[in-house]
Nanobody, 125 residues
Framework: QVQLVESGGGLVQAGGSLRLSCAAS????????MGWFRQAPVKEREFVSAIRWSGGLTTYADSVKGRFTISKDNAKNTVYLQMNSLKPEDTAVYYCAADPGSWATSRSPGEYDYWGQGPQVTVSS
């Protein structure tokens, strides 16, 4: 069982930065691939970024590549999403998630077993 508690959402102007944190409980955290997803109103939940359990591999959606950075601190049981050069279209509820499965399916929300509560990120123009 893994519980995820997120923090760091809020309101920021376009071009600004925010860092989301996701603190996990559970001794097996370091064995989970971790992902970030987001969901805007009347839209489906979409993949943002993922990091392999070892921290050696990362992947990003094209829409955030070069602006967002995912990282993982196994000693603190925490995964981060640094978001720079934010745009109004980044406005959404952001969810972190834990996946005990294959890295090959890390972009699929259906593969994730555990989810955080989803802080709101709002980017004003």
């Amino acid at each position: 069982q893994v519980q995820l508690v997120e923090s760091g959402g809020g309101l920021v102007q376009a071009g600004g930065s925010l860092r989301l944190s996701c603190a996990a409980s559970g001794r097996t955290f370091r064995r989970y691939n971790m992902g970030w997803f987001r969901q805007a109103p009347v839209k489906e939940r979409e993949f943002v970024s993922a990091i392999r359990w070892s921290g050696g591999l990362t992947t990003y959606a094209d829409s955030v590549k070069g602006r967002f950075t995912i990282s993982k601190d196994n000693a603190k049981n925490t995964v981060y999403l640094q978001m720079n050069s934010l745009k109004p279209e980044d406005t959404a509820v952001y969810y972190c998630a834990a996946d005990p499965g294959s890295w090959a399916t890390s972009r699929s929300p259906g593969e994730y077993d555990y989810w955080g509560q989803g802080p709101q990120v709002t980017v004003s123009s």
